[in-house]
């Protein structure tokens, strides 16, 4: 574990320190405006990762417990999406979650749970990211699906492994799953749901489905 996490932050490190000269030996403002973006995503995927870690840490060791409350997942799903779709405006977001729609959850655990879904959706997908909520048998389903290369069926269950690095091209340049997943599954078990990953009959990459079991039926109409 502690050398996959020292892997991991080694990639955002080395970029800094060139990012760093870069933006020194610029000679322009656009030219610098660029590099100091560049260094500030950096920064941010390093704290990322540590504060992804110290969490991971937390629920090995049993330290975490859900607030649960009830949540409605139609404007939550919203307000999770909107900083991704600014962050990645080159890809379609798709949300589909039906009205009235609850489920008694903690919204900052299951949020990250989701987010990771959805980064990892824009990161190895072709530019299309479909997100949906809906209840089926009595729970809560939310799907995430992408129209990258998907997922290979004998790799299924390892890539929510912690820092489990998928050969093919779904990874491409871009790098491993790192704790993403692992922490995703880890949250919706903390739950009492389940998280699989199958292929999206949509879009044809990945699809990911999140269920939670405790879904509340929605209120009535006034």
Do not use: C
């Not at 990012?19 to 390093?46: C, F, S, T, V």
């Not at 379609?92 to 903690?106: I, K, N, Q």
């Not at 089926?136 to 690095?165: M, N, Q, S």
């Amino acid at each position: 574990m502690s050398q996959a996490l020292s892997h991991e932050l080694r990639t955002p490190i080395a970029r800094l320190r060139f990012g760093l000269e870069m933006y020194l030996e610029a000679d322009d403002d656009a030219e610098r405006e660029r590099q100091y973006a560049g260094l500030i995503g950096d920064l941010d995927e390093l704290e990322r990762l540590i504060e992804t870690s110290l969490t991971w840490a937390r629920i090995q060791r049993g330290d975490t417990r859900l607030a649960r409350a009830p949540l409605t997942l139609a404007p939550w799903l919203a307000e999770l999406v909107a900083p991704l779709e600014r962050a990645a405006p080159d890809t379609v977001f798709r949300v589909d979650a039906a009205d009235g729609l609850t489920a008694s959850v903690d919204a900052d655990q299951l949020g990250m749970a989701v987010r990771n879904l959805v980064t990892n959706a824009v990161k190895y997908g072709g530019g299309t990211v479909a997100i949906a909520a809906g209840r089926a048998d009595g729970a809560v389903r939310l799907t995430v699906e992408d129209d990258g290369p998907g997922i290979p069926e004998d790799v299924r269950e390892r890539i929510f492994e912690p820092f489990f690095r998928l050969d093919a091209s779904r990874t491409k340049s871009r790098g491993g799953y790192g704790l993403g997943l692992a922490l995703a599954r880890a949250v919706t078990l903390l739950h009492g749901g389940t998280l699989a990953v199958d292929a999206s009959p949509a879009l044809g990459g990945a699809r990911f489905t999140l269920t939670l079991p405790d879904a509340a039926p929605a209120e009535p109409d006034a």
